[in-house]
């Protein structure tokens, strides 16, 4: 397996941690070989990026026979569109090294959990293209082919998480009104909007499940492909809801009906993008 570890240059001075798991291919298995690939985008309320949601997730995708990447993108003091500009650098960079990482280029599935949901779903919708555009950036060449939403930021609305819109555009945009409108993943979903996975908890007390709901429906009213569970109880932020991930000393992180999440996914990213593609 390939290491690749790097960073990206915020805006702002500040770096973003990028890491690349690449399977190994073999002359005896298909040397040409190009899978799909996943992008994982911790969360952590635009605050700090959760270990909980990088590197365990990021194993599991590579143990079901996928590619995984990780973004560690700079959160608060750094402030929109820091971060949305090195995730579109980081979809910039798999698709250039497709070939070297053995990456099938129109296979890359965004995966975010809470504000890491969010940071996706800005790539993968329109909500960010503009932005993209007046930094240099093609954005229908950084959109993602899939997107993964687990119990994901999603609306700055009424059934908004208010502290992660707050770090997101700080200060001086929290409370602007065009720029919340600009960030509200459901107001951007249209044609462009990729095969969607959303997941999430009806009892999470962090960010309400009114908001997937929202997406949910925005999704189907514009004809995007797109499946979501929502389970019935479970904490926010619970990941992988196994003992793996779980808090230091208790089980609060432990839920084995919400653990369902990822065959399910595993699934749903096979239905929609196969294992592998041949070199071209």
Known sequence: MQYINTTIAGIDGSEANFSVYSIDNSKEMDPGRRRPTVLV????????????????????????????AILRYSCAPSVYPTALLEAA?????????AKAWHINPDAIIAAGFSAGGHLAGNLATTAGDETMRAHGYDADAVRPN???LGYAVTTSGQYAHRSSFDRLLGNEGKNDAKLLEEVSIDKHIDAKTPPT??????????VPV?????????????GVSVEAHFFPTGHHGLSLANEDVAGAGDDHGVDVGVQQWMPLFLNWLRRNFGNSAAEA
């Open 146 to 148: 899939g997107l993964m």
């Open 89 to 97: 650098e980081a979809m910039k960079l798999l698709r250039e090294n």
């Open 41 to 68: 985008i911790p969360g952590g309320g635009y605050e700090f990026t959760s270990d909980r949601e990088a590197e365990p997730i990021a194993l599991k995708i590579l143990g079901a026979g996928y590619n995984a």
């Open 210 to 222: 009114e908001g997937a709901m929202m997406t949910f429906a925005a999704c189907v009213r514009a």
């Open 197 to 206: 996975f959303i997941w999430h908890t009806v009892t999470d007390e962090t």
